[in-house]
């Protein structure tokens, strides 16, 4: 198995909010492999991008990380102080948001921008190298007449351009890591398909691991090497995309891939999952699934389930019904509670 670069052991994040405290991601295992892609999937407020707010030590003022581990080349970033992770973030990991237009400064020109991050991350002060690099950094994302665009301001560019311009930003001091949230969400499928290129190039050209938020499974599995799906503020499978895809244990999978419409056969009718996702002020106390779970049973309703792991823990499923639907005759041992003494099932 690969080597992991980034690894998340029982990331719990509570949100302190007027109507009280909710555990926005609840005990999230999640690893990502040198050199590969990792997507992490799930519905709306399934807690994606808080888990990775989370890793990044980018939470809001009313979030604290209150368990957990998040180990990235085997150092522990949650004890990280502010400074530290700045200098991580800009120079080991980058992070591309949904919409660029958040993350550029509207009233600072491209040129100035780019050039802040070889000033601040390589001590470079000499205007002419800090143009030259700001050019080299723009054409490396495909912008054309970089040169001319540098004393353009963000509004000037096109949605596409502007998320190029973030991913020059995010990779120009090389990076290890590049974590990606809905990159491409607010993009035409054109643009969308040029700056997945991109990435890809990027990813081959700079060996970067990268983490693909979405909720596009098509557009997962198009792109990306691993899956984790997330449902209701924890990770509920993960593996391989192709193995996941194409054989889903948990139900929760099952039933997404089941509603994904460029996934479906086109004759048969979308089957959507019955009922809602629970609320985070509420969790359901056994499974978060099992109230729109067809296979739910009493222990489900009861009690969370324990990760079942199997190839060497690189395919793992937090449901208890995971040995039958293997095929597997006898139920597996003693409750496992983290990541970390995932159990093999055989
Ligand atoms: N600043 C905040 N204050 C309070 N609750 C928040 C805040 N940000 C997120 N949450 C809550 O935390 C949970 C996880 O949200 P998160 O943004 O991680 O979801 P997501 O999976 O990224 O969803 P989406 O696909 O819509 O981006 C949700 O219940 C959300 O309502
Ligand atoms: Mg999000």
Redesign the pocket.
């Given at each position: 198995m690969s080597d992991i670069l980034l690894e998340a052991r029982d990331l719990t994040t509570q949100?302190v909010?007027k109507s009280g405290t909710?555990t926005?991601?609840d005990h999230v295992n999640l690893r990502v492999a040198a050199g590969r892609t990792l997507a992490l999937v799930?519905?709306?407020?399934?807690?994606?991008?808080?888990?990775c707010?989370s890793m990044l030590g980018l939470l809001?003022a009313?979030?604290r990380v209150v368990k957990g581990q998040v180990l990235f080349k085997g150092e522990d970033l949650l004890k990280k102080t502010p400074k530290q992770m700045r200098l991580i973030r800009g120079r080991q990991i980058g992070m591309v948001l949904q919409d660029a237009m958040t993350s550029l400064n509207p009233l600072l020109t491209i040129g100035e921008q780019v050039g802040e991050i070889f000033r601040y991350h390589h001590g470079i002060t000499n205007k002419a190298e800090l143009r030259r690099l700001s050019i080299a950094a723009l054409e490396a994302v495909r912008i054309p007449a970089a040169a001319e665009r540098l004393d353009s301001y963000p509004f000037q560019f096109s949605g596409g351009m502007r998320q190029r311009v973030s991913i020059a930003i995010n990779v120009a001091a090389a990076p290890e890591l590049l974590i990606c949230?809905?990159p491409t969400t607010a993009l035409d499928v054109t643009v969308q398909l040029q700056i997945l290129n991109l990435l890809r190039e990027l990813q081959k050209s700079r060996n970067m691991t990268i983490v693909f938020?979405t909720?596009d499974l098509k557009l997962a599995a198009q792109f990306c090497d691993d899956v984790a799906i997330?449902y209701a503020?924890r990770v509920v499978e993960r593996g391989p995309i192709g193995e996941v895809f194409h054989r889903p244990v948990h139900p929760y999978t099952e039933g997404l891939l089941r509603a994904a419409p460029s996934l479906a056969d086109l004759q048969e009718r979308l089957k959507t999952i019955p009922g809602t996702p629970p609320?985070?002020r509420a969790w359901p106390q056994g499974c978060r699934f099992a109230p729109r779970c067809a296979l739910a049973d009493a222990r489900c309703n009861a009690q969370y389930p324990n990760w079942f792991g199997w190839d060497e823990g690189q395919r793992a499923v937090a449901c208890w019904r995971t040995p039958e639907r293997l095929g597997l005759q006898d139920a597996p041992g003693e409750p496992v509670q983290a990541e970390a003494e995932l159990e093999a099932v055989r």
């Open positions: 949100l909010t909710i926005a991601i799930g519905e709306s407020g399934s807690g994606k991008s808080m888990t707010s809001p009313n979030g949230d809905e938020i909720h997330m503020g609320s985070p």
